[in-house]
């Protein structure tokens, strides 16, 4: 099984960097082979909505760029983790930019899910996708909303994404917290 840590770290000298290692180390011990990709340190430039992933190059973003890479990297996984800051309850801007890339993997097609329009899917299979955002002290507003960015993010994606927020803490508590949101992967569901 591979799986793929999408760091969206803005800067240094925070958890991420340990959550991250501490996430490496988890899912090497579920059999997982890992790569990890600080964003930062990768040009990904921003999706200029031209739809060219669409119509003049399907499926390949017309940017030529690691953003190109990512998006072949992703639908090849297994497991694609996202690991943020929660920032204003959303992802951080390097990573809001790779997801935002990643348009290439769905269709310019639309079909009803649940009473609402969503692209067609382009592959029979996508990784499952655990999203750990990363805050530095409580606050459920915040949180409710990331929540909810997850859930309808999953919906274009045809799988549940799974995850959460972890607060900023011990080792320890962080990697009961870890282990907490990666559950999903032990029983094969996200």
């Not at 964003?39 to 999706?47: A, S, T, Y």
């Not at 409580?138 to 799974?162: A, G, K, P, V």
């Amino acid at each position: 099984m591979k799986a793929l840590i999408l760091n969206g770290e803005l800067k240094e000298g925070n958890s991420i960097g340990i959550i991250n290692k501490l996430t490496e180390e988890i899912l090497v011990e579920k059999g997982y082979e890992v790569k990890s990709v600080l964003l930062r340190e990768k040009q990904v430039g921003e999706c200029i909505g031209c739809f060219g992933c669409w119509v003049k190059t399907p499926g390949i973003c017309i940017i030529d760029d690691y953003g190109r890479s990512l998006t072949e990297a992703i639908i090849n996984m297994d497991t694609v983790i996202y690991l943020t800051p929660v920032v204003y309850g959303g992802y951080s801007s390097e990573l809001k930019k790779a997801v935002d890339r990643i348009i290439p993997l769905i269709l310019p097609f639309f079909k009803k899910i649940e009473g609402e329009i969503h692209h067609k899917e382009r592959y029979k299979n996508y990784p499952k996708i655990v999203v750990l955002g990363v805050m530095p002290e409580e606050d459920s507003e915040m949180e409710e909303i990331f929540n909810s960015l997850i859930r309808r993010n999953s919906l274009n994606w045809y799988n549940s994404f799974t995850g959460g927020t972890i607060k900023n803490a011990l080792e320890d508590d962080i990697i009961s917290q870890l282990k907490q949101r990666l559950i999903a992967l032990e029983v094969g569901k996200c």
